[in-house]
């Protein structure tokens, strides 16, 4: 019932320069998430949370990105984002939006949701 995407990537930026990468729910609503993050994967590793959102607005962030990216979260617009400064090449991945949320039949197990990611490349 919820489907994200993300978007904002696809392209390759200098390093030390800014990107936005965007996540909306095309169906149902990001309120309904009880966290949402942004998780990063670069080539050869593991995917790895570098930005979190909990309901009640407490961010998380890895020490890798942390005073670099922000994640903030727009409600009418259905919508997340990660805001990305001061960029590095080891940034460069694919990015994954991610939700997670309970349902009224298992109110005791989450479940997370995940958009299909969009590539960041930080190149000279």
């Known amino acids: 019932q919820v489907q994200l995407v993300e978007s904002g990537g696809g392209r390759s930026v200098q390093p030390g320069g800014s990107l936005r990468l965007s996540c909306t729910a095309t169906?149902?609503?990001?309120?309904?998430?009880?966290?949402m993050g942004w998780y990063h994967q670069a080539p050869g590793k593991r995917r790895e949370l570098v930005a979190g959102?909990?309901?009640?607005?407490?961010?998380n962030y890895a020490d890798s990105v942390k005073g670099r990216f922000i994640i903030s979260r727009d409600n009418a617009k259905n919508t997340i984002y990660l805001q990305m400064n001061r960029l590095k090449p080891e940034d460069t991945g694919v990015y994954y939006c991610?939700?997670?949320?309970?349902?009224?039949?298992?109110?005791?197990?989450?479940?997370?949701?995940w958009g299909p990611g969009t590539r960041v490349t930080v190149s000279s």
């Open positions: 959102l909990t309901e009640g607005g407490t961010t």
């Open positions: 169906s149902g609503s990001i309120s309904n998430f009880v966290a």
């Open positions: 991610n939700g997670r949320k309970f349902s009224n039949n298992d109110p005791k197990t989450p479940r997370d949701y």
